[in-house]
């Protein structure tokens, strides 16, 4: 199956110019994308509520949207209120359904300077052909690594007791005249999971090594309950990256943009490029083909 992160920048191109389509036309034709800095109602994007035009963009999907934060963008007519809400977040969209989902705000720390804005990651159950994953759409902190290690702490801790805490629901119903689960069996809360956005740190890094680990013996190592960096299984091109900026006067080549994959995924990435060059956001887009197709995967470490 084929893979998509992209940081969107809410539809602003690298050449100044405000286009969704073109984005849109990006990502079409993938698996699962996952995308980042999706926004409704502010000024800068005429208003726009992006997920619902590039819901109508690319039409042959199912989807998902979750605020990192959400304000008042309401206004009165003739007398009377339009309730809007002025949002930023992330975007998950699917050919296969999206049995359920849910958003983890990050933790945030305020600053006096720069600009600082809340995180989050949407996180996607998908059932696909080899069996239940946890597919998120996650966008870190910009400012400080102090800041990033926080919310990879955060969102490691929820990834391991992801199957002890369950889905949406668990257990059988006791009132089944309220039909709570709808006729529908326990959803899975599987190990098995897919982190993908734009993480604003390098490979290396200290936000780097607390998600993969540093195993400079055993290169290959892969923990039932870690990650494995999917660049560091595949056959990564040369000059590899995901974004280019003007940094103390020279061009800096960074690959801030990630997939990470569950240890009891690594062997089955194929292969991970970068749509270089790109100018529909100051990001590139990921491409991540995996093998999702071959049954096997255990929805739990007992293999349930």
Same mark, same amino acid.
């Given at each position: 199956?084929?893979?998509?992160?992209?940081?969107?920048?809410?539809?602003?191109?690298?050449?100044?110019?405000?286009?969704?389509?073109?984005?849109?036309?990006?990502?079409?034709?993938?698996?699962?994308?996952?995308?980042?800095?999706? !926004?409704?109602?502010?000024?800068? =994007? #005429? +208003?726009?509520?992006? /997920? *619902?035009?590039?819901?109508?963009?690319?039409?042959?999907?199912?989807?998902?949207?979750?605020?990192?934060?959400?304000?008042?963008?309401?206004?009165?007519?003739?007398?009377?209120?339009?309730?809007?809400?002025?949002?930023?977040?992330?975007?998950?969209?699917?050919?296969?359904?999206?049995?359920?989902?849910?958003?983890?705000?990050?933790?945030?720390?305020?600053?006096?300077?720069?600009?600082?804005?809340?995180?989050?990651?949407?996180?996607?159950?998908?059932?696909?052909?080899?069996?239940?994953?946890?597919?998120?759409?996650?966008?870190?902190?910009?400012?400080?690594?102090?800041?990033?290690?926080?919310?990879?702490?955060?969102?490691?801790?929820?990834?391991?007791?992801?199957?002890?805490?369950?889905?949406?629901?668990?257990?059988?119903?006791? !009132?089944?005249?309220?039909?709570? =689960? #709808? +006729?529908?069996?326990? /959803? *899975?809360?599987?190990?098995?999971?897919?982190?993908?956005?734009?993480?604003?740190?390098?490979?290396?890094?200290?936000?780097?090594?607390?998600?993969?680990?540093?195993?400079?013996?055993?290169?290959?190592?892969?923990?039932?309950?870690?990650?494995?960096?999917?660049?560091?299984?595949?056959?990564?091109?040369?000059?590899?990256?995901?974004?280019?900026?003007?940094?103390?006067?020279?061009?800096?080549?960074?690959?801030?943009?990630?997939?990470?994959?569950?240890?009891?995924?690594?062997?089955?990435?194929?292969?991970?490029?970068?749509?270089?060059?790109?100018?529909?956001?100051?990001?590139?887009?990921?491409?991540?083909?995996?093998?999702?197709?071959?049954?096997?995967?255990?929805?739990?470490?007992?293999?349930?």
């Amino acid at each position: 199956m084929k893979l998509i992160s992209y940081n969107i920048q809410y539809g602003f191109g690298s050449d100044g110019r405000y286009d969704l389509a073109r984005a849109a036309r990006l990502v079409d034709g993938a698996d699962i994308i996952a995308l980042q800095e999706v !926004e409704r109602h502010w000024q800068r =994007s #005429n +208003g726009d509520d992006q /997920p *619902e035009i590039l819901s109508r963009l690319l039409p042959d999907y199912y989807w998902v949207y979750g605020p990192a934060f959400d304000t008042d963008a309401s206004e009165k007519r003739d007398g009377r209120i339009v309730n809007r809400r002025r949002q930023f977040g992330t975007m998950v969209l699917s050919k296969l359904p999206i049995d359920w989902s849910r958003l983890h705000t990050l933790p945030l720390r305020r600053t006096l300077r720069p600009l600082n804005t809340r995180n989050a990651a949407l996180e996607c159950m998908i059932r696909t052909p080899a069996g239940p994953v946890r597919v998120f759409s996650l966008h870190l902190a910009h400012i400080a690594a102090e800041e990033r290690l926080e919310q990879i702490d955060y969102l490691l801790a929820e990834h391991r007791r992801a199957p002890s805490d369950g889905g949406p629901w668990s257990g059988a119903d006791d !009132e089944p005249q309220r039909n709570w =689960s #709808n +006729g529908e069996p326990e /959803p *899975e809360n599987p190990l098995a999971a897919i982190w993908l956005g734009d993480f604003n740190m390098e490979p290396g890094s200290a936000e780097y090594r607390r998600i993969v680990g540093s195993t400079p013996y055993h290169r290959g190592a892969a923990y039932i309950d870690g990650f494995v960096d999917a660049a560091a299984v595949a056959d990564e091109p040369g000059d590899f990256h995901t974004h280019e900026k003007i940094i103390d006067g020279r061009l800096a080549k960074r690959r801030l943009d990630h997939c990470f994959v569950s240890g009891m995924l690594a062997g089955r990435v194929r292969s991970i490029t970068a749509d270089i060059g790109e100018v529909a956001s100051d990001h590139f887009p990921l491409r991540v083909d995996i093998d999702l197709e071959t049954p096997g995967i255990a929805p739990c470490p007992t293999g349930r």
